[in-house]
């Protein structure tokens, strides 16, 4: 039998690479401040890496690093050979060969799948954070807020940006904070029930948070008012993206019955990473053809669609075969996956 999975918890994933798509197509059809760009962007990778650590809460052994590398870095490598002849397919030329443009992405993460290279290196922090705590007996949380701050000090004050290091110091936070929060509720025994006077407060403060979100880590809108000093937007940058991952899972975990009724979205969720994989491919393509004209909202509403069903058809293809799913998805099918399949 596969393990036991709940429900809300795939159809949340399913629901963040949904917007993971959706922004990028429309950062590529609309300005940095568009309404619905910032509300994407303030909270869909918090909530991603979020629900990384709220699925990792029980990890403690090293071996969890040498399933994570092949979970993750071999399609983080394999994906940068695919998109250079891709780009050399579809513009003709390029100006770097494979070796450059290998160790370009490499310095430089963002150019390929930086989330892939930020979690497996988020995991190792992680899993060495915990055994510290253990070793010299702290509360873990104490463990984990001493290395964010190191790391985000260190990216704050030394600019610190090489080989991804500040997209690890950051979402490590919410990695952390994905864990520390299913170990609460695990301990409360209620991983099914929902808080609503927290749904309620992130209702009412995400919107007007976001009112004000400037992309790019720029500060809020009202600091042409008001000036709260350098340090507030990195705050604000951080509060804003874990009200809103909180919204989310307040919200899926209060309708669970019906996100169980929501298989497209579970379907998703059970192939994310494929989906991460393959969507940034069929983009290029997407992109290529005839901008919509006037009507762009009903383009990008059915560009996301198609490259969202696309990627999932082809991320499951993947999964029938040993090979595409080890450097897709980094792993060999197995039963878990049948079902996924089924």
């Known amino acids: 039998m596969p393990p036991v999975r709940l429900a809300y918890i795939d159809c949340q994933k399913g629901f963040a690479i949904f917007l993971v798509v959706l922004g ?34 029980r990890k ?35 100006d770097s060969s494979l070796f450059q443009y290998f160790c370009h992405v490499v310095y430089q993460p963002d150019m390929g799948l930086w989330f892939l290279w930020a979690l497996f290196f988020i995991t190792v922090l992680f899993i060495a954070s915990r055994r510290i705590a253990r070793r010299i007996n702290l509360p873990e949380w104490i463990v984990f807020a001493a290395v964010a701050g190191l790391l985000n000090g260190i990216v704050i004050f030394g600019n610190v ?12 936070i919410y990695f ?26 992130c209702a009412i403060v995400f919107p007007v948070m976001v009112y004000f979100f400037r992309m790019h880590n720029e500060p ?32 899926f975990k209060l309708y669970n019955k019906q996100t169980e009724r929501l298989h497209f979205l579970s379907k998703m969720g059970g192939v994310t990473l494929g989906i991460y994989y393959i969507h940034f491919l069929v983009l290029q393509i997407v992109f290529t053809w005839p901008i919509f004209g006037n009507a762009i909202v009903i383009g990008i509403c059915l560009y996301t669609i ?12 993947c999964l029938r075969y040993r090979i595409p799913a080890l450097l897709v998805m980094g792993k060999w099918p197995d039963r878990t996956d049948r079902a996924i399949l089924a």
């Not at 940006?161 to 490590?172: L, N, S, T």
């Not at 198609?306 to 293809?317: F, K």
């Open 24 to 57: 990028h197509i429309l950062q590529h059809y609309y300005s940095d401040v568009n309404i619905a760009i910032r509300i994407v962007y303030s909270f869909h990778i918090p909530l991603f890496m979020f629900m990384s650590g709220y699925v990792c809460f």
């Open 60 to 94: 403690y052994d090293w071996a969890m690093i040498k399933k994570r590398s092949t979970q993750l870095l071999i399609p983080f490598f394999s994906y940068i050979p695919v998109r250079y002849v891709l780009n050399i397919l579809l513009n003709g030329s390029i």
């Open 161 to 172: 940006r090489q080989f991804g290091f500040h997209w690890i110091a950051w979402y490590f």
């Open 176 to 201: 952390c904070a994905g864990v520390m929060w299913r170990t609460w509720n695990e301990n409360k025994n209620d991983t099914r029930k929902f808080d609503f006077r927290l749904l309620i407060s």
């Open 220 to 251: 809020p809108t009202f600091y042409q008012w008001i000036n709260l000093g350098r340090l507030f937007p990195v705050v604000y940058r951080l509060v804003i993206g874990m009200v809103g991952t909180m919204l989310v899972y307040e919200l």
């Open 306 to 317: 198609i490259v969202s069903i696309i990627s999932y058809a082809l991320s499951r293809a």
